[in-house]
């Protein structure tokens, strides 16, 4: 169904991270037509007096202006990257600062006949919840336990390395100079760092280590703020055979970070930007960048076309989206769920499992919008920390254990970039189909995730 008729207006509230078991749980799918109805106090966030459009093509400057002048608006951002150009889109994605109610701009907007889509600039946000001490004591059940990821046994064949792949982490910054993940710090070939120059002519400065496109700067980790991020690339890609903390899924392998996901949440306009940011990369001309898969463990808000025209920019390059289910604890069957809910081929549903392989209380689930359960409990990683306080205080290596999808989804992540390293010549399809085809069969997913089971890499 074309995008101009059927459009999502609201999802309910975010929070596919590490959470608790009681978050909020996403509202129903409705018609975009009904959107003035769904925007109510209690509902998804948005950013107040903001809205996305996409024009139609052809649409005239007086036409624009008309609809723009009708929703009481003017052009705050236009949004046309490098992944939009390569695909055709030179129009790319407006957004509108409005003096009326979002609803009600949206209807306006809808209502000119010169749009494809209008919709609110959702926000999207997570909160991490942490328990208790890791590979030696038993404590990284999701590598090495019964109802674990297998990982244990790859490590064990010499299925560690993974340093010829390259995995994004779309979601807060991490933390690159800790002492678990250091070595697997991936940088971006083009740019050379410090010289205060775009490099590589991506309209980013200085982007070595990624981009921080809530803050519109180079300095992806910001401290300890950015645990969640730092947590899910120990999950991925931290060190393994040193003797320290804990291992990864990938003992070697380079993290990439696009961070969207700021103090007070993150917007689909800075997440459409981190989405592009990995396409362009890998598909630019110059010191291509091996992007296989990028880790989403954030969600919430409403149907975006805009997102998913970024997701699906990515598939076409390749490049797989490996996203949270949710925390809710509900059937995204019944009550969609985004980013994880997207039609788009490249994503990867995941669930997240307990160390017993029951299905973890908070988890959401689907048997047709979720693929594959993994470890999401009691899971520990790598996190920021800090010692000393004021003027005095720093900032060092530490470890903590999270619960959620969150947590879940970068075992999933990590998998897919095992399986690429093993098996270069790979795409996407494939790796997608091998993950899934893997699982383990686990009473508790039979009926609530695509699969019927749990991932599986022991067999990579």
């Not at 994605?93 to 009326?100: E, N, S």
């Not at 809530?214 to 931290?238: L, Q």
């Not at 696009?258 to 930007?273: D, E, Q, R, V, W």
Request: charge should be neutral; proline fraction near 3%; charged fraction near 15%.
């Amino acid at each position: 169904m074309k995008t101009t008729r059927r459009l999502s207006a609201v999802i309910a509230t975010l929070l596919l991270t590490a959470c608790s078991a009681d978050d909020t749980a996403f509202a129903p799918v409705v018609e975009q037509a009904d959107a003035t109805a769904s925007l109510v106090a209690g509902g998804p966030r948005f950013v107040p007096g903001e809205l996305l459009v996409k024009f139609k093509p052809g649409a005239t400057a007086t036409n624009r202006g008309r609809a723009i002048a009708a929703a009481r608006a003017s052009v705050g951002e236009k949004i046309v990257t490098a992944a939009m150009r390569r695909s055709g889109d030179a129009e790319g994605v407006t957004v509108l600062r409005t003096g009326m109610g979002v609803s009600e701009a949206v209807q306006a907007m809808l209502t000119s006949g010169t749009v494809e889509y209008a919709e609110p600039n959702w926000i999207y946000t997570h909160q991490a919840t942490s328990n208790d001490p890791y590979v030696t004591n038993g404590s990284l059940w999701g590598m090495n336990g019964t109802f674990g990821s297998g990982a244990s046994v790859a490590w064990t064949n010499n299925k560690t390395d993974c340093s010829a792949v390259v995995v994004g982490i779309i979601d807060e910054g991490y933390m690159y100079t800790h002492a678990d993940l250091a070595a697997n710090a991936g940088t971006n070939p083009g740019e050379t760092a410090g010289n205060g120059r775009d490099d590589d002519g991506n309209g980013l400065v200085d982007d070595v280590y990624g981009w921080d496109f809530a803050g519109n700067n180079s300095s992806v980790f910001d401290g300890v703020g950015d645990d969640h991020g730092t947590h899910v690339a120990g999950t991925i890609g931290g060190v393994g055979g040193n003797g320290a903390g804990v291992a990864g899924v990938c003992w070697k392998v380079k993290l990439l970070n696009a961070k969207f996901l700021g103090s007070t949440g993150g917007t689909t306009a800075n997440a459409i930007k981190a989405v592009d940011y990995f396409t362009t990369l890998k598909t630019r001309a110059n010191n291509p960048v091996p992007v296989v898969a990028t880790n989403n463990s954030w969600g919430g808000g409403g149907f975006s076309q805009a997102l998913k025209d970024a997701i699906d920019r990515a598939d076409a390059a390749g490049i797989l989206f490996v996203a949270a289910a949710g925390n809710s604890a509900t059937n995204n069957d019944a009550t969609a769920s985004y980013p994880s809910g997207y039609t788009s081929a490249n994503i990867i549903a995941v669930a997240s499992i307990t160390s017993t392989g029951a299905l973890s209380s908070f988890s959401q689930y689907g048997a047709t919008t979720v693929d594959i359960g993994a470890p999401g409990s009691g899971i520990w990683s790598t996190v920021p920390v800090s010692s000393g306080g004021g003027k005095r205080a720093t900032i060092g290596s530490g470890y903590a254990s999270y619960n959620g999808t969150s947590m879940a989804t970068p075992h999933v992540a990590g998998a897919v970039a095992l399986y690429k390293a093993i098996n270069p010549s790979a795409s996407a399809v494939q790796i997608k189909a091998a993950i899934l085809n893997s699982a383990t069969p686990t009473p508790s997913l039979s009926g609530k995730v695509l699969t019927g089971g749990r991932l599986n890499v022991s067999g990579f």
